[in-house]
């Protein structure tokens, strides 16, 4: 392994890394043994030849298919265009061949030919009805679609530069339930989606997304090719993600879309019961109170009874799918037929959930989009995924998860919680140049794992200062206070600029970048005025430019080198109290005598906290500060948790002591 790795690093120009080697030896050992492993590797680490090393040597020894998920579209790209490719040539002389990788998504990612062809279908879209302009602004992305189809040669939606809307990438893709498949679709030989898979049945490392990971496990079919390594990059993501594709919704103008893609193919009274439901959806959704539901009302009930057994007889009228060469026929039976499941089935499941809270949450939300409020979605999502996780995935197959941020409070147990993984017995080992090795439980069904921490390149105590505010009060309900603000511009003025400010929300960022922007001379730059990989290019561009912003912005900013040396946090990043999810999640652990905040809030507030203070330190020659605002990190109980969770920066409470050092670093 220490040579073939020595090879791939050279094939990259890189140099050997410290916990690199650890984490490839570490890796190895899982897939040997079949015993799953957590791997906690800071920046720096060169974790994507750590683990494609021995993925690599199994497929092509064994003959064996390893799946590669990533959350990113970033990471995706990185391992498919660069790392992937120059480790294939470097390692085919050692292993006798050269490897084979491919990259495979949903099919919802590819152009579908027969579409484009054929046009999507003319259904009733709320949106349309909310913004004036969304008409044309729809067209004009339409027709940007079919000039790049003529250009294209993977039909992947990832490489449309810049992107369009899902409404408009709804025009011209399909889901796996509308798709006619490949021997019917008059497409099929050239089907983007089927080429995609069957490179992908070819290859020895497929590389996809969580999203995908997820589908592979939710649904009766298989999507991905026969494996038996999955190897999770960006694992903290992980949780959230299957969540995501676990979560189904209802809206009126789901039904409605329904009741136009029935048209002409059912009896007027059946549609006209689909048409009422529609009506009934909108009507009491308006009516009901946003948030959680803990109990069904009444007419929610009676709406989605009503809505279930219309999408039911629909359904039933369409009746079993028939062999027929009228292609067209064909395809407006199964666009029609994968709408009405869908309203049926979440309608079936909302209606449970009330029985089963154990299992389902419910929750009725209106997002405002661009300023414009859209109407009301009824969703449900699963209460946890671990579950599902420890059957459909760990139960399948060895699983190597790895991330920078795993070990929160200084253990894996919070997330190996979630992963449906039984707890450690004592915090996550650093490595001392192996693998540390946990003994199984005795338990056959309760699935083996190891964690390990390979720890980082950087020398954090050198080169990284934690400050925490705690002088300033704690934050309140009502905005950034002037002492905060002030504190910002201090900071900011001692920096020269070059601040990323992470905020809890957007009306926060808006907030500090309106009160600054006539306090300091340095430019400020907002997340919302521009797409945000073009932000970030122009804050990595000007070394006296400051970039503020939210969630994105915590995980997906890279900017190593001196327009990155300080990171400021405006208070520690717990999930909202109204949160439907989380505060379902929270009384849950509660109910069986946990410490659900502790469980669900803190731990949430601490990945969160770690991902954003790693993107402080991007090289071995970046220093800087990472400064926490909210002096709850170091005066309440659940701080030290939190700070547990943080790289170990030289820490210090002290305004004066970091604005010199700040100040110091701009010279």
Known sequence: ?????????????????????????????AIRTGSHLAVQAGTGTGKSLAYLVPAVRHAVEKGKCVVVSTATIALQRQLVDRDLPRLAKSLKGALGREPTFAILK????????????????????DDMLFDPFAVSALGRNVKRLFEWSSETETGDRDELNPGVPDQAWRQVSVTAKECLGKDKCPFGTDCYAELARAEAGRADIVVTNHALLAIDALQGYQVLPEHDVVIIDEAHELVDRVTSVATSELTGGMVSAAVKRCGRQ?????????????????????DLPQGRL?????????????????AHTCITALGPDRSTKDVDSTTARRQALALLEEIHDTSVRMLE?????????VWLSADVINGNPRPPVLRVAPLGVAGLLRERLFAECTTILTSATLTLGGSFDALARQWGLPVEAAPAQKAAGTATDIAPPADDDVPSWDGIDVGSPFSHEKSGILYVARHLPPPGRDGLTPAFLDELEGLINAAGGRTLG????????????????????HPILCQGEDSTSLLVSKFAEDEATCLFGTLSLWQGVDVPGP?????????IPFPRPDDPLASARQRAIESRGGNGFLTVAATHAALLLAQGAGRLLRSNDDR??????????????????????????WTTYDPGVVRGALARLNK
């Not at 327009?563 to 208070?571: A, E, G, I, K, T």
């Open 353 to 361: 959930a009330f029985d089963h809270q154990d299992r389902d949450v």
């Open 624 to 649: 800087g500060v990472v400064a926490i605002l909210d002096s709850r990190l170091v005066t309440a109980r659940y701080g030290g948790f939190l700070r547990a969770s943080l790289p170990p920066f």
């Open 563 to 571: 327009s990155l040396q300080l990171v400021v946090v405006d208070r």
């Open 294 to 310: 803990d109990q069904l009302p009444r007419p929610l009930e009676a709406v989605l009874k009503v809505t279930r057994d219309a």
């Open 266 to 286: 059912l009896a007027e009274d059946i549609v006209d019961r689909l048409e009422e439901a529609a009506e009934g959806i909108r009507e009491i959704f308006d």
């Open 106 to 125: 949903g099919r919802r990612n590819y152009l579908c030919l027969h579409r484009l062809d054929t046009g999507a279908p003319d259904e009733p879209d």
């Open 502 to 521: 992470l905020f809890s929300s957007m009306r926060a960022a808006k907030q500090a970048t309106e009160a600054l922007r006539d306090r300091i001379e």
């Open 1 to 29: 392994m220490k040579e073939l790795l020595a090879t791939a690093v050279e094939s990259v120009g890189g140099t050997e890394r410290p916990g690199q080697l650890t984490m490839a030896e570490a890796v190895q050992k």
